[in-house]
Structures are given as structure tokens and as C-alpha cells.
């Protein structure tokens, strides 16, 4: 059979470049296609202090240049901004990915590696206000809020890493969390407490957003009285977990109830040359140097069905 | 510095982008946000595309408040379409399959 491409990786975060160093690193003529651009989520981190290796801490943006950078080196080809729209395993076992512009391109494997997005928060004024106030990126939108009471909401690792960098701008953060303690890291924790800027609002949920062309408020219900009050935020930062981009690919392949991809130790899926990892799959933890690891994993499973199918 | 993409000002926001007699696609962005340097190569080549029919120009928002605070900007990146001195089109964030994305946004001010 003969196809464009051994390898085509769909998603050009961290799992999807690592895999790419990898297979190219194989001598795997490798595609790399990413529907929006390289790096993925770690683009909005500004900065990464807890990927081994890096002591000095390196922006999102910095790591995925010099990332995009290692895998175009051992060869892989790199396509930005152009999506894959359907995955089919044809008869004969080879894959056709169909992509955003309409082209089609075909491999002997598929290493999927789409990652996730933020999960909206489903409160009136969210749609209304997103760019407006709205936002899941504090390194894109901090600057914005200046001197002026802002809001959290979630409380895991992106709530309180994201809430900390707005430390250094906003004059209050209302960090509002459903649960009585933050899950993130002790040390993100730690320093994001520390501020006298940070007031935690335990035990609530927000419940609306008010504005007309900017959030001018938010109402906020505890769960534990059923009592609601309202803040007089500029802005509302939002971390409240994540959905997998799984849409793809769901029919062909077993997730959990969240719709993230079930894979085993090889990260093999039960389709036989379709594998996948990173933050789109069912792991015990998502931190960078896990989901780069994923990719790396990945790719050597790659490597040797391919080299199965030779003999 | 990019070739296709002029870098615009508060100072001369009336001339370049309300006066201009093609349409004007804005990159508002700013050094500390990696999106919106992820995407400049994207709306570099859309600019090499629309070369002569549409205009693109990018604003940086920490070194200009008043065109951001007029026109409301929270968030970056954004993309602003100007015609005939009138906002016509805006997007918030990166948009999946940006280059054909904002070539859409130029285009629909071309027909």
C-alpha cells in the first residue's frame, strides 16, 4: 500500500511534537497537522517552572519554537492552521485524514494528540462577554485589568497559576472555587494565598455575569446557604476544567463518560495503527512532562506496528 | 519586522486605518501574549495575499491605550476589520484554520 505519509500526527502540542521528533528521528516520513497553531494550551502559559531540565522557567511560546523547531529538524513536515476534519481506516489498514482546506492526505498510522479546551461556564452573560471581560487566558487578557476587582472561578492547577499571574495586575481577585480548598500544586497554592490581594470564596459557583459591553458584575451562590451575593468585578478569568477534542474521532475508538480517549500502557487505542495520548486521553495526571512522554510512547508503538506490517 | 504587516499607532489610527480607502484588517496584539505571536506569520501571509486590495496592520495594546479603550478591547488577540472608516467585523482569540479564517473576514468587505 502505498501512502503520502508513514506517520500523520493530528495536534501539534507538546504530545504531538514529542511524537514527531521521534518518528522523524525513526525515519518515518512524518506529517504534523494542527488546526490552530503549534503548542497548543501551553502557548498561554508564560511560564513553564516545572518542566525538568529548565531551571530558569521558559515562556509557553519560547519551549513551543524551539519544539516545533526539534521535530522539524529530524524531518517531520509541520502544517499550521489547516485541521483534520474526518479520520477513516480504509479496508486495506492505511488511514485518509481529511483536513479543514479540503485536501485529504494518507498514512500507514495515525498518532492522535488533539488535546483539550476549556470548559464554558454555563451562567448568562458568558457568550455576551467573552473578550469582554470573559476570558480563559490570563497572560492574553491580564493587562487589560489594571487597578481594578477581578474574578477566578475554578481551583485547580490553571485556576491558581492563572490567578497569580493576575496578582501583579488586578487590585482584588475574588477566587471563587466549589469545593472548601484549592486541588492545585502545594506550591502554587502557597504563593497564590500569600497575595493579601487573593480572597477566597469558598463553597460557591457564580450563577450570572452582568454587563452590557463589559462585565460590570457577577452574582455568586453559595452552596452550602443558598444565599446569593454580588461582586462588582471588571473581570472573570474561568478555569474550570476541560473537555477532550475527541469529536473526531469518538465513534472509532472507547472513551470514559468525558469523552476522553481510553488507551493502554503502549497508548495503542483499539484500532490497530491509531494511537493517541497526551490531554486528550484518560491519564492519571496532566503535566507537561507526562503528556511529552505520552508522545514519545506513542511514536516508538508507531514505529514498531509499522514495522510489524513489513513482515 | 514584517514586510506585509505595518505596525500602527494611536497617533496615526485616523489616517491609516479610518481614512484608508481599502478595507483594514487590525492584529491587535502584545509581546507577553504567546497566541497572539503564534498566529503574526498567519496574518503575514494573509496580508502577502490581500497585497494591493486590502490593507493589514497590526496595534500594539501596551504601547497604545486610546484605540484599544475606544473600540473596547479586553482581550487579545483580536481582529478588527475596518471599511470606509467603519468597524465592520471582529473576532476575539485565534480562530481553528486561522489563514483561511481571516481571509474570510477580508474577504467578505472585498465582494
Known amino acids: ?311 | 519586522m514584517s514586510e506585509f504587516v505595518a505596525e500602527v499607532t494611536d497617533g496615526n489610527w485616523e489616517t491609516e486605518v479610518l481614512g484608508s480607502n481599502t478595507p483594514v484588517l487590525v492584529d491587535f496584539w502584545a509581546a507577553w501574549c504567546g497566541p497572539c505571536r503564534m498566529i503574526a506569520p498567519t496574518v503575514e501571509a494573509v496580508a502577502e495575499k490581500f497585497q494591493g486590495k486590502a490593507k493589514v496592520v497590526k496595534l500594539n495594546v501596551d504601547e497604545n491605550m486610546e484605540v484599544p479603550s475606544t473600540y473596547g478591547i479586553k482581550g487579545i488577540p483580536t481582529l478588527m476589520v475596518f471599511k470606509n472608516g467603519q468597524l465592520v467585523d471582529s473576532h476575539v482569540g485565534v480562530p481553528p484554520n486561522a489563514q483561511a479564517a481571516i481571509s474570510q473576514m477580508i474577504e467578505k468587505q472585498l465582494a
Open chain 1, 1 to 311: 500500500m502505498n501512502t503520502d505519509y508513514d506517520v500523520i500526527i493530528v495536534g501539534g502540542g507538546p504530545t504531538g511534537l514529542a511524537a514527531a521528533v521521534y518518528t522523524g528521528r525513526a525515519l518515518l516520513k512524518t506529517l504534523v497537522i494542527e488546526k490552530q497553531f503549534f503548542g497548543g494550551q501551553i502557548v498561554n502559559s508564560f511560564a513553564i517552572d516545572n518542566y525538568p531540565g529548565f531551571a530558569d522557567g521558559i515562556t509557553g511560546y519560547d519551549f513551543t519554537q524551539a519544539f516545533v523547531k526539534h521535530a522539524k529538524r529530524f524531518g517531520a513536515e509541520v502544517r499550521e492552521g489547516n485541521g483534520a476534519e474526518k479520520i477513516t481506516k480504509e479496508a486495506d489498514g492505511h488511514f485518509t485524514v481529511a483536513l479543514a482546506d479540503g485536501s485529504a492526505v494518507t498514512a500507514k498510522a495515525v498518532i492522535l494528540a488533539m488535546g483539550r479546551h476549556p470548559r464554558r461556564l454555563e451562567v448568562p452573560g458568558y457568550d455576551k462577554l467573552f473578550g469582554k471581560g470573559v476570558s480563559v487566558c490570563a497572560t492574553c487578557d491580564g493587562a487589560f485589568f489594571k487597578d481594578v476587582p477581578i474574578a477566578v472561578v475554578g481551583g485547580g492547577n490553571s485556576a491558581v497559576e492563572e490567578g497569580s499571574f493576575m496578582i501583579r495586575y488586578a487590585s482584588e481577585i475574588k477566587s471563587i472555587h466549589r469545593r472548601d480548598h484549592f486541588t492545585a500544586q502545594k506550591i502554587l497554592i502557597e504563593e497564590y494565598l500569600h497575595s493579601p490581594k487573593v480572597r477566597p470564596v469558598w463553597n460557591s459557583t457564580v450563577e450570572a455575569i452582568h454587563g452590557e459591553k463589559e462585565v460590570e458584575g457577577i452574582r455568586i451562590r453559595s452552596l452550602q446557604t443558598d444565599k446569593t451575593e454580588e461582586f462588582p468585578v471588571k473581570a472573570v478569568f474561568i478555569f474550570i476544567g476541560w473537555i477532550p477534542n475527541s469529536a473526531l474521532v469518538k465513534d472509532m475508538v472507547d472513551t470514559d463518560a468525558d469523552g476522553r480517549l481510553i488507551v493502554n500502557e503502549l497508548m495503542e487505542t483499539k484500532v490497530p495503527g491509531l494511537f493517541a495520548g497526551g490531554d486528550l486521553c484518560v491519564r492519571p495526571i496532566y503535566q507537561l512532562a507526562n503528556v511529552v512522554a505520552d508522545g514519545v510512547q506513542a511514536a516508538i508503538s508507531a514505529e514498531k506496528y509499522l514495522e510489524g506490517k513489513k513482515h
